[in-house]
């Protein structure tokens, strides 16, 4: 293994993104021809090839690894999950998919079936329910280490791929200050899962930061129900009258946006709006929708190399290790200033 | 099993559909509460639960089965492994995932690994490349049970669960028509893929119903490289002047709307489009687009339960069983008249 090159230093070597690289190496992807040609060859001068681990996992009993999400369905779990598909696949791994419907009973239930020699591995991002994670030392006495990436649990020790969500919800709140918003409520997923309290902690410092008012009738927690979240976000717009929005997941800033045009408020004039979200046609919607865009892809990809090495003894397993990848924000018109 | 029924029965006794009885069964979906509660009755009422096979099934070895898909990333594909994963966790199975990319050495490849008690059954769109399917054979060689959904290959006697594509396609095509396109372009996803042709004689079929011609300079096979799909419509509507597009496919409707934006060109106005789309923001999108929206998360229900029916000895392996599910059609502002 000593002349082989992981491919976050392959990319570093190439001053690309890790996401470009690694889409170079599946066939038909979403890649200029050039650049996938340079990549090839550096990859080749470098000895870096995407079934690194393969050789070094043979080891291992049940060749499989197992995915557990809380929710199925939206851009950002499909591209993550494409990302742990492509390196499990090229180092002759099988992937197993579990959802929870963010139900730490579920998730309990699932971690439960795979201890007995199912998977060598979990990958996981969490339901977000409940602080009793015990369950999840079920993994460790059974030596299955656990990966988490994007939603993790603070008390569980080991490998998180996450995004720097402090740093760019705090970019987005800003930018939504720069562009004259003053009311800015924001939408939590769940304030007890990870991702929920982070995003809100950078929202905080951008508004204490620009002196405005932390007031708590413009943080709205929502459930998972979207009839309920839709009431919710109407009686916060009609009797809170924010001027802004900042979405903490996808699906409550589509929610904003069929509740504007129910009110009859437009966007941005009579609401700015911001979200978390991988969507690739975020351009395309009326009005372009502003984003903090995580590298899911690239995240899964992150996260199955780490867990892969754990499983080669590369590194130790039952170790917080909190790896941030950086989110892209992209502003448009449903941010802008009016 | 003489007093349960089937999702199938269930929703005919309600007369709902199977995608909104198949909701209430999960916790806390897309679902009103009224509606919910009605199905949850009946379902108690007529014996029904969503773990219909979980007893028939013990007699099988892995409790395992395989998804394999050509792509990952588009709503259908997530919504259909939703529905495939539910009625497979409710019944004590665990679900492989594989992508193709759409490489037939692939899906090969992953199938040899499948045969060894790895899987129980197999449920696959396939990739449509080629046309020796001879590595299927193994799968019945091993009596592991391959039902196919969406895209399958009609010299593979098995079940397979598809759309309506003909009907729709033909519709779509009708719909384009009435609202005055004369010269309406087909964007094949592969035109040797059982969806690729159907969806074009649907298409060519209300051509010659309303004595149009059948020009073949308008008819795109388009591949799965971004980059040259987007060269190749922008080429095709600079070179042929299309006053509308049919693309089968979602990520070929939106080349289309941002070729068309490179070239000044106004949706509907100088170009009408409708897709295969699953998109459940499609009214967001500006214009707001018109789609055959393929019932997603149903077929994957009912792709599981067919495979189940098979593991449970309810029904024969190895026989040629299409079942159609309709789609929708949503028209909206990007196929209107102007």
Chains 1, 2 share one sequence.
Request: aromatic letters at 8%.
């Amino acid at each position: 293994m000593a002349n082989n090159i992981t491919i976050v230093e392959l990319a570093a070597a190439l001053g690309l993104s890790k996401s470009t690289v690694s889409r170079a190496f599946r066939d038909s992807e979403d890649i200029n021809p050039k650049t996938r040609e340079k990549i090839l060859q550096k990859a080749n001068e470098l000895g870096f090839s995407p079934n690194l681990y393969a050789s070094n996992l043979r080891g291992n009993k049940s060749h499989t690894i197992a995915i557990i999400i809380p929710e199925f369905g939206n851009k950002f779990f499909s591209q993550a999950i494409k990302g742990i598909e492509w390196v499990a696949r090229n180092n002759g791994y099988h992937v197993l998919i579990y959802v929870t419907d963010h139900s730490a009973e579920k998730e309990a239930d699932i971690i439960r079936t795979l201890v007995n020699g199912r998977v060598d591995g979990v990958i996981m991002s969490g339901s977000g329910e409940g602080n009793n994670h015990e369950y999840l030392k079920l993994l460790q006495n059974n030596k299955v280490p656990l990966v988490f990436f994007d939603r993790y649990y603070e008390d569980v020790p080991t490998a998180c791929i996450t995004g720097n969500d402090f740093e760019s919800s705090y970019q987005a709140t800003k930018h939504l200050i720069t562009n004259g918003a003053k009311r800015i409520a924001y939408l939590a997923v769940n304030k007890d899962v990870s991702i929920g309290k982070i995003r809100m902690e950078g929202y905080k410092k951008a508004l204490e930061e620009a002196k405005l008012p932390i007031n708590e009738q413009l943080i709205l927690d929502t459930s998972n129900d979207v009839h309920v979240n839709y009431q919710d976000i109407k009686t916060l717009i009609q009797i809170q009258h924010p001027d802004a929005i900042f979405a903490s997941v996808e699906r409550l800033a589509m929610s904003t946006i069929r509740v504007a045009r129910e009110l009859h408020l437009t966007i941005p004039n009579d609401l700015k709006l911001i979200c978390f979200s991988c969507l690739d046609i975020a351009d395309m919607l009326q009005p372009s929708l502003s984003v903090v865009k995580q590298p899911a892809y690239e995240m899964g990809i992150q996260a199955t190399s780490q867990l892969f090495d754990i499983l080669c003894g590369r590194k130790p397993d039952g170790i917080r290790n909190l790896l941030f990848l950086d989110s892209e924000l992209i502003f448009q018109h449903s941010s802008r200033k009016v």
